[in-house]
C-alpha cells in the first residue's frame, strides 16, 4: 500500500480524542461556556480527566481562579449552538443567553450545568503542574449526572476546523483471537 506524506499541522484532526464537549465555568458573578475537543481520561475511579484549555481562552482565567468546572457533554441537537460557542470569547458576550442554552445549580461547585446536554460532570481542577507549560489542567470528576432517557446520544466527533462526524452504531466486540 503506497502511503502519502500527512501533513503534521493535521495529525490532530486523525486523533479526536472524544467527544466535543462544553467545559462550563463562574467566576466573579459571571458563567461561561468553552466548547472543547482536547481531552483525555486518565484514571477509571475517582474518575479524572485530562484537558487542554488554551491560555488565550477567558475560561482558562476563571478555571485557574476557581479550580472549579463542569463538563457537559451534547449532542447533534445543539450543535450549532456548541461551535458557535467556540466562536466567541465569552467576556465580550453572554453565551447562555446568546445561544439559548440553560444554566442549572450544580451540587459540589459553582459553575453551572447546562440542561441542554445529556450528561454533565461537577469538576475541581486535581494538578495544575502542567498548566504553566501544556495549559494542561487534570480535573476530578466529584459528581457526576445522565439524562436516562437518552439511550444512544449522538454525540459529536470534531474532526478539524469545520468537520465533525456524529458518533454511529454501538457493537459489541469480542475477541475470539487467541
Ligand atoms: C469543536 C471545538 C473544539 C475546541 N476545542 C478546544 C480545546 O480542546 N481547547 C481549547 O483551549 N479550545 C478549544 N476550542 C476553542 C475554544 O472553544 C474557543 O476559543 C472559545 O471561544 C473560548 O471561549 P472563552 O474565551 O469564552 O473561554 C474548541 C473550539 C471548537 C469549536
Known sequence: MAKKSFPLSEVYSLLESGPVVLVTAAWAG?????PMSWHTMMEFEPPLVGCVISDLNDSFGM?????ECVINIPTVEIAEKVVGCGNIHGAKVNKFEKFGLTAKPASMVAAPLIEECYANFECQVAD?????QYCFFILEVVKA???PAVENPK?????????????????KIKSKIK
Open 30 to 34: 459571571k458563567s461561561n461556556i468553552m
Open 63 to 67: 478555571l485557574k481562579a476557581t479550580k
Open 128 to 132: 495544575m503542574k502542567m498548566v504553566v
Open 145 to 147: 449526572w445522565i439524562d
Open 155 to 171: 454525540t459529536i466527533h470534531h474532526l478539524g476546523k469545520e468537520n465533525f462526524m456524529i458518533s454511529g452504531e454501538r457493537i
